[in-house]
């Protein structure tokens, strides 16, 4: 599967972006997703995961209750809402997926799924 994030940018803090990953390829209820971050001179870490059926998250304590994911099986696309963003929050956000074979679970390892997308670069200013 090929993976294409787009919607970053430069916000004010206290702003909102959403993020957009689309995949083409194999049938794309079939993979669980997850959007993780990178920071100039930090690990890739986990920001959101959603189940294959887009029933359940998950999401990184720093982000609950500002960042909500979403799946949309028919657009084989996931989003990641980004709300009362931080600076912080700036950072190269990358969409992933991993092929499942039954439904429930969800993923938080970056070595846990197969596929990545580009990034895109999400800049939030004081």
């Known amino acids: 599967v090929q993976l294409q994030a787009y919607g970053g940018g430069l916000v004010q803090a206290g702003g909102s972006l959403r993020l957009s990953c689309s995949a083409s390829?194999?049938?794309?209820?079939?993979?669980?997703m997850g959007w993780f971050r990178q920071a100039p001179g930090k690990e890739r870490e986990f920001a959101a995961a959603?189940?294959?059926?887009?029933?359940?998250?998950y999401y990184a304590d720093s982000l609950k209750g500002r960042f909500t994911i979403s799946k949309e099986n028919g657009r084989s696309t996931v989003y990641l809402q980004m709300n009362s963003l931080k600076p912080e929050d700036t950072a190269v956000y990358y969409c992933?997926?991993?092929?499942?074979?039954?439904?429930?679970?969800?993923?938080?390892?970056?070595?846990?799924?197969?596929?990545w997308g580009q990034g895109t670069l999400v800049t939030v200013s004081s």
């Open positions: 959603i189940t294959w059926s887009g029933s359940n998250t």
């Open positions: 992933a997926a991993k092929t499942v074979y039954s439904g429930g679970y969800y993923y938080t390892g970056v070595a846990e799924y197969n596929y």
């Open positions: 390829g194999r049938t794309f209820s079939t993979y669980a």
